[in-house]
């Protein structure tokens, strides 16, 4: 039958149309990395969390090396580079967020031809002060 080939060709198309780049399957900001997973995805948090994580899920760059370049008020405040070793492979950096650096926050991954692949933006936010407390709401 020629309908199974083409359906499991339309559901593979669907699903890499889905992904943020073609040679990224994934691409999020999270509070942790466990067993090469991203855990609690967010695209914001308060100055209490302290440390974000950029979790990438590359795909087919084999021999290529990938940067995470963290950007702060148009500064950049870290580059990590990894070596991608297998067609499938999973990187990750994090940054340490002082309470004053709240904003906007980018991450570019760049490939070793310093082509931009993708960015993704995380904002930093201050947590208001309760009323009268002097106490950050939580």
Known sequence: MKIVPLLFLLLVKSAIAQWPHKNISQ????????DRAPIEIVTGANDSLGKIYF??????LTGDTITHRWIYKDKVKAEISF???GKRWRVWSSKNLWHTWTGQWKVEVINQQNELLLTK???FRTVPLKRGTG???G
Request: glycine content about 0%; cysteine-free.
């Open 27 to 34: 691409a999020v900001f999270a509070k942790s990395v466990e």
């Open 121 to 123: 933006i995380f904002e």
């Open 83 to 85: 070596n991608i070793k």
């Open 135 to 137: 106490k950050k709401n």
């Open 55 to 60: 979790f990438t899920n590359i795909r087919d």
